[in-house]
């Protein structure tokens, strides 16, 4: 079985502009979770969908956003890019509605440089 | 607010060392105590998942245990070789904030040929 694949690898942008990243889950799962890695803060998480619902969100501002299609395949959005935002963004899968219940299955995540 | 903390922050051991690694959170109101495994560069690997009322779970040379009441869960690693090398990272799941994971900062362990 497939695991968690994440779409693109590597994103260098420059500030103001805007990215799209993508999450496949494992086949089967319908929960997707985003979170954000960084030296500083660690990992923090963006928000969870289920059934292309979304069921949390954490702290972020509205410039992160995010999608999650009828196959379960998820997409984040960063609008207006700030410095700040330059992180590893990791995508996380699982079975159930409620991802701290059910184990998470996580992609290789997405490199972002923000110039 | 929950906090999660782990210590050390870096551990180097030689290989063939048993090591514990410590995990403490603030708020004892949680559901589960997940302790995964980060490669450099990589996405994160699920060890072990610990349910509240669970006072250990083991798989393989892996040990984690929980006491809710003190706020600790140690990962036990035995007999340690190079490829575990890789940071370690618990996160609780707060009953309060729709099970939302709250991370550590994670242990950076190299283990010495």
């Known amino acids: 079985k497939a695991g968690v694949t994440q779409t693109p690898r590597y994103l260098i942008k420059t500030r103001g502009q805007q990215v799209t990243l993508s999450c496949s889950p494992i086949?089967?799962?319908?929960?997707v979770s985003w979170y954000q890695q960084t030296p500083g803060q660690g990992l923090q998480f963006l928000f969870e969908y289920f059934s292309e619902t979304q069921r949390n969100k954490g702290n972020f501002p509205g410039r992160f956003s995010g999608r999650q299609f009828s196959n379960s395949r998820s997409e984040m959005n960063v609008s207006t890019l700030e410095l700040g935002d330059s992180a590893l963004y990791l995508c996380?899968?699982?079975?159930?509605?409620?991802?701290?219940?059910?184990?998470?299955?996580f992609g290789p995540g997405t490199r972002l440089t923000v110039l | 607010k929950q906090e999660v903390t782990q210590i050390p922050a870096a551990l180097s051991v030689p290989e063939g060392e048993n090591l514990v690694l410590n995990c403490s959170f603030t708020d004892s109101a949680i559901y589960n105590l997940q302790w995964f495994r980060q490669d450099p560069g990589k996405g994160l690997t699920s060890l072990l998942l610990i349910q509240s009322s669970q006072r250990e779970q083991t798989s393989g040379r892996l040990n984690a245990s929980l006491d809710k009441s003190s706020g600790r869960s140690t990962l036990y690693i035995a007999a340690s070789q190079p490829g575990d090398s890789a940071t370690y990272l618990c996160a609780v799941s707060l009953m309060d904030s729709n099970y939302q994971l709250i991370w550590g900062a994670g242990t950076k362990l190299i283990i010495k040929p």
């Open positions: 996380a899968s699982s079975l159930g509605q409620s991802p701290s219940y059910n184990e998470q299955f």
């Open positions: 086949s089967g799962h319908r929960s």
